[in-house]
């Protein structure tokens, strides 16, 4: 298993102002994900973040409206930008500790409001 | 088509009766299976996984896998008040490893 904190837990944010999620694993892992939960959906998966390289994105999701960066084995940073209260919704970042068993292990989310 | 398809309840059950939940996917080639359970305002958390045909029992769960059929379930003996929630089943692509997951389950346990 894995702890995994995340920051902030939740935030109301104005349109048009960028936010940036915070993700600390308490071990190394090679993968990191970041997935988006809409009120009342099930989880998206956002895009895929390895150390030392870029983030591979999802098809609907853009680096230039979630950059990602993942400076290290142990953290990464998910930054929502340009907001809209389209963007409004619970975001998540998870590992998989084990490596190859598709086992995830999810943060305690971020809850984004956007007025 | 979904690639995983979930019916979204609310599945309702008796305290003590037996829950049963179902999922398929699209992909023929997937290879790992998983049930997430999410209580309302918190983050899944995993309960079980399984990768071959069959059965997978821990403790009240039960999962089941049936590749040909595309489906895999999760059954939840003994239901308790406490396992009321949303059960999310999530799949992982043959192609790579990242997860695809369901709309989930919402299931009531009623005392």
């Known amino acids: 298993s894995a702890v995994i904190s995340q920051k902030p837990s939740r935030d109301i944010c104005q349109r048009g102002t960028s936010l940036t999620i915070q993700c600390q694993v308490d071990s190394q892992v090679t993968m990191m994900f970041w997935y988006r939960q809409q009120p009342g959906q099930s989880l998206t998966l956002i895009a895929t973040?390895?150390?030392?390289?870029?983030?591979?994105?999802e098809s609907g999701f853009v680096i230039d409206k979630f950059p990602i960066s993942r400076p290290n084995l142990t953290f990464s940073t998910l930054t929502v930008s340009n907001m809209s209260p389209e963007d409004s919704s619970i975001y998540l970042c998870s590992v998989e500790p084990g490596a190859n068993t598709g086992e995830l292990f999810f943060g305690e989310g971020s809850r984004l409001t956007v007025l | 088509q979904k690639e995983v398809e979930q019916n979204s309840g609310p599945l309702s059950v008796p305290e003590g009766a037996i829950a049963s939940l179902n999922c398929t996917y699209s992909?023929?080639?997937?290879?790992?299976f998983f049930w997430y359970r999410q209580y309302s305002g918190k983050s899944p958390e995993l309960i079980m996984s399984i990768y071959s045909n069959g059965d997978k029992e821990d403790g009240r769960f039960t999962a089941q896998l049936n590749k040909a059929s595309q489906y895999v379930s999760l059954l939840i003996r003994d239901s308790q008040p406490s396992d009321s929630a949303t059960y999310l089943c999530?799949?992982?692509?043959?192609?790579?490893?990242?997860?695809?997951f369901g709309a989930g389950t919402r299931l009531t346990v009623k005392p």
């Open positions: 973040a390895n150390q030392g390289s870029e983030a591979t994105y």
């Open positions: 999530a799949v992982t692509r043959s192609n790579n490893n990242d997860m695809r």
């Open positions: 992909d023929r080639g997937s290879q790992s």
